[in-house]
């Protein structure tokens, strides 16, 4: 189950909410730019698919719904991006330009995924939904930690749909809990992985901007 059902059987139980997402300021710490490995999910042909889980999310003030534009799943969040880094969550525009160079020798060849999404899931802040390839994405995550020198990231991958921006601390009300599981084993679609994006996200713009594309990596070449 990769940790899915620990996921939702530890928050049914808690039911503790907390502010997610990169709006976050306690996250942010006065940074602008933050870099990402990505692999973009094109949420047109998924849309009937979401819509009923988007609906049954939309009435809770807490929620915060990802546009279609927005839709990814992160493999790797690789930190701010600074002039001159000096904490380990920071990195320069050369360090940038390194991960790409070792990302692009490290993903020549590798396959073209599909992935199969389906079933509503929740952290404390965020809600998403679950990811599945045969352990094809975490292979193609651990292909790029090994070249890029980069820590693995714990937990499963998952397309987040939702932040959940609560008080810490605060609990899920049932009604909240209750939506969830009742979309717990529901089918949203499948899609392609062509391409690995490194992104830059502008943390002081809007509340979703455009993922600005710094190089495009792609697969079955």
Same mark, same amino acid.
């Given at each position: 189950?990769?940790?899915?059902?620990?996921?939702w059987? @530890?928050?049914k @139980?808690?039911?503790?909410?907390?502010?997610g997402?990169?709006?976050d300021?306690?996250?942010r710490?006065g940074h602008?730019l933050s870099?990402?490995?990505?692999?973009?999910?094109?949420a047109?042909h998924?849309r &009937?698919?979401l819509k009923?889980?988007?609906d049954?999310?939309?009435?809770?003030?807490?929620v915060s719904l990802?546009?279609?534009?927005?839709?990814?799943?992160t493999?790797?969040?690789?930190g701010f991006?600074v002039s001159?880094?000096?904490?380990?969550n920071e990195l320069s525009?050369?360090r940038?330009?390194d991960l @790409?160079?070792?990302a692009?020798?490290?993903l020549r060849g590798?396959?073209?995924?599909?992935?199969e999404?389906?079933?509503l899931?929740v952290?404390p802040?965020a809600?998403f939904?679950?990811?599945? &390839? /045969?352990?094809?994405?975490?292979?193609?995550r651990?292909t790029l930690? @090994?070249?890029c020198?980069?820590?693995?990231t714990a937990?499963?991958?998952?397309?987040?749909l939702?932040?959940?921006?609560?008080q &810490? /601390?605060?609990l899920?009300? &049932?009604?909240?809990?209750?939506a969830?599981?009742?979309y717990r084993?529901?089918?949203v679609?499948t899609f392609?992985?062509?391409?690995?994006?490194?992104t830059?996200?502008?943390l002081?713009?809007?509340?979703?901007p455009?993922?600005?594309t710094?190089?495009r990596?792609?697969?079955?070449?």
């Open positions: 189950m990769n940790g899915y059902a620990e996921i059987e @530890k928050f @139980k808690e039911r503790r909410l907390e502010f997402g990169h709006t300021p306690e996250w710490e602008s870099a990402s490995f990505v692999a973009p999910a094109k047109t998924l &009937d698919g009923p889980l988007r049954a999310l939309r009435p809770f003030p807490f990802h546009p279609d534009y927005f839709m990814h799943l493999l790797l969040p690789l991006l001159e880094p000096e904490a380990e525009r050369e940038l330009e @790409k160079a070792q692009e020798e490290a590798f396959p073209v995924l599909e992935v999404l389906a079933n899931n952290f802040g809600v939904v679950e990811a599945r &390839d /045969g352990g094809m994405l975490e292979k193609l651990d930690c @090994k070249r020198g980069l820590e693995k937990g499963p991958l998952h397309l987040t939702a932040y959940l921006q609560a &810490d /601390g605060a899920a009300p &049932d009604e909240f809990v209750a969830i599981e009742r084993n529901w089918p679609g392609s992985v062509d391409r690995v994006e490194l830059l996200l502008h002081n713009s809007s509340p979703y455009e993922l600005e710094f190089a990596i792609p697969l079955g070449g």
